[in-house]
């Protein structure tokens, strides 16, 4: 009788803190931290993937530049027809190569493809920030969502039941609580992945702009310069006019005392 009294006495053993709540947890508080296990699944694919395209575009473009800056003519690299997937830079300089084949003295045309080529680059790098800002934006409300949720049944329940005591009421606060510790694990990583994303994107669009203005000049210095027409400048033809018109008054008034000499 003894042993059983002091096996009763002795408390329960205590569980993992994540297997109480996940234990103790409703349907609604289980799917929404199954959501945001996705969620955040999601997110780190989506900043691992930017991070290792931003690193490849960022060596290829140094790769380029340094072999662009070397070539005799702007058009080198391209009538050895030299392929670079995977470069921006290459991208624009690819696009402003074939508008510049197409229509030789079109400056503004050219310029146009170019700027064209760059935005459609800085898009292509901009793909799947969307998914972190959501995922920044949402996760933690979607997490107080199912803490308010948990909250609101737990005490629903107890009032029900007309036994509100601390040991029926705290695990189902815990387990509700747990959904807003997933919500900030979820967007706490990817505030800080998509601000480092963000910041690398502006840098590398501000080095592409760069590369463009400098391919955009060197073009127009080697190909795209109007030839100089020799033509007098109108100060000149206005004096040019004077003199002729002294000129021919002088011979006017000189051509009767020639013909009066003549007679005499």
Known sequence: MELFLTLAAQPAVDRPTLRFVWEEASSVG???????????MCAWAVMTYKALQMRRARRFNEYFENEFRVQPGVLAMFDRRIQAEGCPFFNVYSDGC??????LKSIEHIKGMIESSVAREAVALEGGLILLAITVSGAPFIGLFGTVWGVMDVFSAAAQAGNATLV??????AAALATTVAGLVVA?????GYNWLV???RVHNVELDNFAQEFASRMEAEYLLDEMTIAPEPWEATNTGEAKSKETGKSDEQQPELLETGVG
């Open 188 to 192: 706490i990583p990817s505030m800080f």
């Open 199 to 201: 910041h690398n994107l």
């Open 168 to 173: 029926t009421v705290a695990p189902g606060v």
């Open 98 to 103: 074939q508008a510049l084949e197409k229509r």
């Open 30 to 40: 289980i799917g929404i931290i199954v959501l945001l296990v996705l969620l955040s």
